[in-house]
T-cell receptor
Framework: GAVVSQHPSRVICKSGTSVKIECRSLDFQATTMFWYRQFPKKSLMLMATSNEGSKATYEQGVEKDKFLINHASLTLSTLTVTSAHPEDSSFYIC??????????FGPGTRLLVL | GQNIDQPTEMTATEGAIVQINCTYQTSGFNGLFWYQQHAGEAPTFLSYNVLDGLEEKGRFSSFLSRSKGYSYLLLKELQMKDSASYLCAVRDISGYALNFGKGTSLLVTP
């Protein structure tokens, strides 16, 4: 399967700061990437679809000004959590789909906001 | 929208067979996926069904009936390392994004 990396794997920050998470597709060019969030013992919730060269498509209830997504190249999408608060603490996972078929997930980023 | 249901928890014995069911309702179906997720890790891909029938891949098999909105994941010769959460996800025709069920936590006991 495809290889997707994420960085950082874990981040702890103070309330009010911004955190950037990178998602890279290592072995194919991904025109579309996806960002999910997962709270403890809950399933994955799609946050947004990241499209290379255009604006991201956000799911209902996800604030686009708080979760900034940039997909500047075919191998990199970034998610920036702006002015993070403790309730934003979660497991953030990206995925990419080669040819629009199977999605492969990155290893995830665990965010803790103090 | 989509409604995806799967059991919350299951327990099975090492060496046995277990079947995890998933039912879904969707306005436009474009494939069903099964993922395995160990605690604290990202999901890993197990199987993909878009046509009716059984897909076999080693110890794991997945079945789909589109008319019934039903799928199952069959795990044979269970091993302790199979203890994990199993996620059923449906893709609709509007795009490539997946909608996940809440997952089934499987515990394999000796």
């Amino acid at each position: 399967g495809a290889v997707v990396s994420q960085h950082p794997s874990r981040v702890i920050c103070k309330s009010g700061t911004s955190v950037k998470i990178e998602c890279r597709s290592l072995d194919f060019q991904a025109t579309t990437m996806f960002w999910y969030r997962q709270f403890p013992k809950k399933s994955l919730m799609l946050m947004a679809t990241s499209n290379e060269g255009s604006k991201a498509t956000y799911e209902q209830g996800v604030e686009k000004d708080k979760f900034l997504i940039n997909h500047a190249s075919l191998t990199l999408s970034t998610l920036t959590v702006t002015s993070a608060h403790p309730e934003d603490s979660s497991f953030y996972i990206c995925s990419s789909a080669e040819g629009g078929e199977t999605q492969y997930f990155g290893p995830g980023t665990r965010l803790l906001v103090l | 929208g989509q409604n995806i249901d799967q059991p919350t928890e299951m327990t099975a014995t090492e060496g046995a067979i277990v079947q995890i069911n998933c039912t879904y309702q969707t306005s436009g179906f474009n494939g069903l996926f099964w993922y395995q997720q160990h605690a604290g890790e990202a999901p890993t891909f197990l199987s993909y069904n878009v046509l009716d029938g059984l897909e076999e891949k080693g110890r794991f098999s997945s079945f789909l009936s589109r008319s019934k909105g039903y799928s199952y994941l069959l795990l044979k010769e269970l091993q302790m390392k199979d203890s994990a959460s199993y996620l059923c996800a449906v893709r609709d025709i509007s795009g490539y994004a997946l909608n996940f069920g809440k997952g089934t936590s499987l515990l394999v006991t000796p």
